[in-house]
């Protein structure tokens, strides 16, 4: 899996955007670019995912660059309760016989009010 | 309600004990994993287990044991030769598709040593 780079910590006041970037400079052709989340004491949890289209769901929205070499993951009106360590990760598709799945130190967001 | 489930929420261990952490999933996925979080750090991979009666040592498997004798449980065992257990730890489980890989957490156990 190619590896990521994030800041180590983003603030965001309440009801703006938030945008947390991600470099993936040796992402190669077959591989996703995923996001995951982890509040406090919690277990992570999946937000988002895409290949080279930018993405949108119910939880942010996912902006690839055309040469894919980063991403901005971006929540549109951030509450207070989107504080936590964001995690982006670079996933080949080797036919799910990729099972080992790690994890960087992400980037805390922290939405002030 | 389909899920991880890891119990207990928290534990203690003594000096020279081993323990173990609950991990069961009603997922029906082949794939689970535990992790282990220290403060302010990333996930760093303990040990994963492709199918049943199959596992493989992640970057940290030493102090550590498992054993996967049924597909919806994973437990994780502390050994004594771990001589830095504190931690938060998590259990997963995955689902892959052609397009998509999602990885499901437990709330987690933080392991504390008395």
């Known amino acids: 899996d190619a590896k990521t780079t994030q800041p180590p910590s983003m603030d965001c006041a309440e009801g703006r955007a938030a945008n947390l970037p991600c470099n993936h400079s040796t992402i190669s052709g077959n591989e996703y670019v995923y996001w995951y989340r982890q509040i406090h004491s919690q277990g992570p949890q999946y937000i988002i995912h895409g290949l080279k289209n930018n993405e949108t769901n119910e939880m942010a929205s996912l902006i690839i660059t055309e040469d894919r070499k980063s991403s901005t993951l971006i929540l549109p009106h951030a509450t207070l309760r989107d504080t936590a360590v964001y995690y982006c990760?670079?996933?080949?598709?080797?036919?799910?016989?990729?099972?080992?799945?790690?994890f960087g130190k992400g980037t805390l967001l922290t939405v002030n009010p | 309600d389909g899920g991880i489930t890891q119990s207990p929420k928290y534990l203690f261990r003594k000096e020279g004990q081993n323990v173990t952490l609950s991990c069961e999933q009603n997922?029906?996925?082949?794939?689970m994993y535990w992790y282990r979080q220290d403060p302010g750090q990333g996930l760093r991979l303990i040990y994963y287990?492709?199918?049943?009666?199959?596992?493989q040592k992640g970057d940290i498997a030493e102090g550590y044991s498992v054993s996967r004798e049924k597909k919806e449980s994973f437990p994780l065992t502390v050994t004594s030769a771990q001589k830095n257990p504190t931690a938060f730890y998590l259990c997963a489980s995955r689902v892959w598709t052609a397009d998509n890989e999602k990885l499901f957490f437990g709330s987690g156990t933080q392991l504390s040593v008395l």
């Open positions: 287990s492709q199918i049943v009666n199959d596992f």
């Open positions: 990760i670079v996933r080949g598709n080797s036919g799910g016989s990729n099972y080992k799945l790690t």
């Open positions: 997922l029906n996925h082949d794939a």
